[in-house]
C-alpha cells in the first residue's frame, strides 16, 4: 500500500505547474488561560484575486503540518488545532487545471484518496479541531472544515458552496458522506444536489449558520478574535455546542427522493454526476464514514474519466476566463468614456435596459417614445422595479433616490440626447422603423455618440448604410430576461470602427455582460443555433411526430427547459419573425412552420396550457396543428436535430460568424442557458460523434472537454 505522501508525490509529479497553498502553524495562548493553541493558516501566497486551492503538492503540505500538529497534541503540548484561510479566502477547493491534466483511473483514483487520507487526519487528533470559515469556502475548502470538531464562519462571506455536481463531480472529499450526518440528509441535498443544478447558487455566512454546517457566527471585522475566544470558551467547558439531531427514519429517503426528482427536472438523467452524489448520501444513512468516503474516491474516480467532467470543466473555464477576456475585442484605450445614455423606446425591453444602464453605470438615463404615456409607463415600471430593490434590502434609500433621479423621459429627441454618449434603440423589429430611429438620433447627437441596436437578428450594416456616420453603429444584443442572462452579443457591422467597438465592450465590462464579438450575420449566434434546433423540432411535428414525442426526444440533453416551453418565453410571434429572417437569408435550411403560423395568428401564447400544473397541449391548439403522416422514434428525432445544430455550427465558424467554437459554447451557456456538463453543445457533440459524422472533423482538439489521449 502506499503513503499518502507517495501518492501525493506521485500525483504531483503529473501537476508541475500547480499553484501551491502553504499550510503555516503558528502557535498562540488562548484567552481566559485556555491553553496553547496551534493554528494552521492555508494561504498560497497571491493575493484574493487568486483564491487558494487544493493540488497535489498543497495536499502534502497541509498533510506534513498535521504531522507536526499530530506530534504537539500528543506530546500534550496543545489544546486544540484551528485551521484559517488567508484574507478574504478560506480555500475554494481542488484544483481542477490538474484534474484536466489526469489521463488513467489509477490517477484520478489517488487524488481522491489523497484528499481524504489528509482530511480525515483532522478528526482522528488527540485535541479537538476547529475550522474558522473567514472567507470564501468551496468545494474541499468546505470540505476540510467538515472533518474537524467545530466550526465558524464569518457575515461577510460572499460565497460557500459544494459546486460539485454543478461541474459533474461530487464533492468527494467528506462532502457527500459528512455534510448529511453533521445537518441531516434533506439540507444537504439543498446544498450539495439543488444549490449546484440552480446555476451554483452561493450560501452566505449566515445561512452557513442557519443551515447547522457551523457552530457560531461573528461579523467579519473581528472575524478571528471572536472565533479564538469562542474557542477557548468551548475548551473550558464553558460553551456547550449543541446540534439538531439528524432524522436517520423515512426523513432520509424522502430526502434522497427530493434530490432525485430535483435532479430529474434539471438533466433528467443526462449527467450522472447528482445521481452519484445522492447515491452516496443515501447509504450514508448508517453513519459508516468509511464507507462513504471509499464510495467518493470511486465517484470521483469514475467521473473525473468521464467526459461530463471535462465538459463542466472546459464551460467553467470559458465563462471565468475567456468570457472576462473577450476574444477579437479591440484594444481597451481606444474606448470612449459615456457619461450619458440615451434609450428610444420605453416597452419592456427597452425598460429593463434602463435600468440595467442606471444601475451599473450610475449615469443618467432618458427613455423616448412616440407618446408621453409610454414614456411614462417606461420610467414608471423602472422606478417601481427600483422600489422593489429597496424593499428587497438590495440597495438603501439615498441610492434609490440617486437612481431614480437618474432615468428620466422625453418625447424630444434633440433635447433627451443632445449630449449623450451612447444610444440604444429597443424598438420594434423591422429595419425601416430601426432606419428611421437611427436617421432621427444622429441628427441631434454628438459626433462621438456610439449607436447601439437591440437587434435580435436583423443586418447592423444595412440598418447604418443610410447613416453618415456608419461607423459608430454597434450591434448590441442582451437577451430576455436582461438582469438574469449575462450574455451581450456585440456585433461588427461592416464600416464599424475600432473605438465604437472598445466604447461598446468598455460598457458591456461596466454592466457586468459576458460580451461576445459577433460577425453581422443574419440571427447571429444564439438564435440562429436555437432557430435551427426549434425548426428542426417544427418539422418533425409539422411531418407527424406527437408534440410530447418531439419534446421528450431532447430531454437527454439536459436543457432548462423544453424547446416549446422556450418558443412560450420567446414569444410565437418573436419566433416566427427569426425563423422568417432566417428562410429569407438561407431558405435551404431554415423552414417556416405552417403551424406556428396558424398558432400565432390565432393569437396564442404559445402550444401548452398549465391547468394541472405541468405543461398539456392546448386542445385549441391541437385543433390548429395540421401534421403529415411520417412518425419518428425519440432516437430518430434527437439524431435528425443534433445534426442539424451541428452543421448550422460548423457553417457558422466556416463563415467566421465567431473567433472559434469555444465563442459558441459560451453564448449558448450565458445566453440560451444551456449546460455546463454538456460544455455549451460542441464537446457534446463530438462526445456523441456527431460531429464526425456530419462535418467529417470533431470541433475541438481531444483533451480540450475531454479526456486527454
Known sequence: MSTTAELLKGAAELFPDEVVTQAHVRHLDLPFGAGRFALITLDNGLDHTKPTTFGPQSLANLNVAIDQVEAEAKAGDIVGVGVTGKPFIFAVGADLKGVELLKKHEDALAIGKG??????????????????????????????????????????????????????????????????????????????IENSLNQNKQLRGKQVFELGIADALFEGADFLEQSLLWTASVLKGETEVVRAEVDRGEAWDQAVERGRSIADSKVHGAAPAAY????????????????????????????????????????????????KRPAGAPDKSLARPVNKVGVVGAGLMASQLALLFARRLEVPVVLTDIDQERVDKGVGYVHGEIDKLLLKGRINQDKANRLKAAVTGSLDKAAAFGDADFVIEAVFEEMGVKQQVFAEVEAVVPEHAILATNTSSLSVTEMASKLKHPERVVGFHFFNPVAILPLLEIVRGERTDDASLATAFGVAKKLKKTAVLVKDAPAFVVNRILTRFMGEIQNVIDEGTPVEAAEKAIEPLGLPMSPLVLLELVGPAIGLHVSETLHGAFPDRFTVSPNLAAVVKAGKRGFYVYDSGKPELDPEVAALLVQGDSVLTEEQVRARVLDAVAQEIGLMLDEGVVAEAQDIDLCLITGAGWPFHLGGITPYLDREGVSERVNGKRFLAQGVASVPA
Open 115 to 192: 484528499g481524504h487520507d489528509v482530511f480525515k487526519r483532522l478528526s482522528a487528533l488527540a485535541v479537538p479541531t476547529f475550522a474558522y470559515y473567514n472567507g470564501a469556502a468551496m468545494g474541499g475548502g468546505v470540505e476540510v472544515g467538515l472533518h474537524c470538531t467545530y466550526r465558524t464562519v464569518s457575515k461577510a462571506i460572499p460565497a460557500f458552496s459544494l459546486p460539485e455536481v454543478f461541474l459533474g463531480l461530487v464533492p468527494g472529499w467528506g462532502g457527500c458522506t459528512l455534510l448529511p450526518n453533521i445537518i441531516g440528509a434533506d439540507r444537504a441535498v439543498s446544498v450539495i
Open 276 to 323: 452519484r452524489a445522492l447515491d452516496i448520501i443515501a447509504a450514508a444513512k448508517n453513519g459508516d464514514l468509511r464507507q462513504g468516503f471509499d464510495a467518493e474516491d470511486q465517484a470521483l474516480a469514475d467521473l473525473i474519466m468521464g467526459g461530463e467532467l471535462r465538459s463542466g470543466i472546459y464551460a467553467f473555464n470559458l465563462v471565468q476566463k475567456r468570457g
